[in-house]
């Protein structure tokens, strides 16, 4: 018997996010998930390294690997739908909760439990590092955006830096302070900024 899991994920990358709002380039789910993952490795290395925590960086990334699979096969959908009320809400995650079953058929039965672990329901308090780099991972998007000059983000950007602060996450803020103006910048000025 043939096993399409990774079939499925390799279609990620022909989901496109942001699908309400005029993009200058378009992110795809598959590139979505690489950056929430490398974010969330940085965010738990902030931790670890400048704050003393003992967070498991390797399981949390590996969530991130696998935040948003169950898309493949609903598709992304927009915040703004989602949340435009409870039902629809609800509704929503009683699909996204049948995808995701779906998409664990799709996995060897011998090692479908270690998939189950990362793509159903993770360890909230790990989750949450997920999170906070899903949002970090939005905020770049709108800053790259809103730094060619499209200001369909301008309240996409506010909106997401609301929610980043409600994180109450010291780790979020030195992402914040100390990485993300870079993504204002072009290329030139990033290498001028390296050599002074």
């Known amino acids: 018997m043939n096993h399409h899991f990774f079939a499925y994920l390799y279609r990620l990358k022909y989901i496109d996010r942001w699908s309400l709002m005029w ?3 378009r992110e795809n789910v598959a590139e979505h998930s690489f950056y929430v993952s490398t974010i969330a490795h940085m965010l738990c290395t902030i931790a670890n390294e400048v704050y003393g925590r ?23 959908i927009p915040q703004p739908v989602k949340h435009n009320n409870e039902q629809i809400l609800r509704n929503f995650r009683e699909i996204e909760d049948v995808a995701v ?11 479908s439990g270690i998939y189950r672990n990362l793509i159903q329901d993770p360890d909230p308090e790990l989750y949450r590092w997920v999170k906070a780099a899903d949002l970090l991972e939005a905020y770049i998007k709108c800053l790259t955006e ?3 000059g ?7 950007k506010q909106q997401v830096l609301e929610s980043l602060q409600k994180m109450n996450m010291p780790e979020v803020d030195y992402f914040l302070e100390h990485m993300s103006a870079s993504f204002e910048k072009t290329l030139d000025e990033i290498t001028l900024d390296e050599s002074t």
């Open 23 to 25: 993009n200058m380039r």
């Open 54 to 76: 003992n967070v498991p960086t390797d399981r949390v990334v590996s969530i991130a690997l696998f935040h948003d699979a169950s898309e493949v096969l609903t598709g992304d």
């Open 101 to 111: 079953e779906r998409l664990i058929q799709t996995i060897p039965p011998e090692i």
């Open 146 to 148: 809103l730094s060619t």
């Open 150 to 156: 499209n200001r369909e983000f301008v309240v996409a």
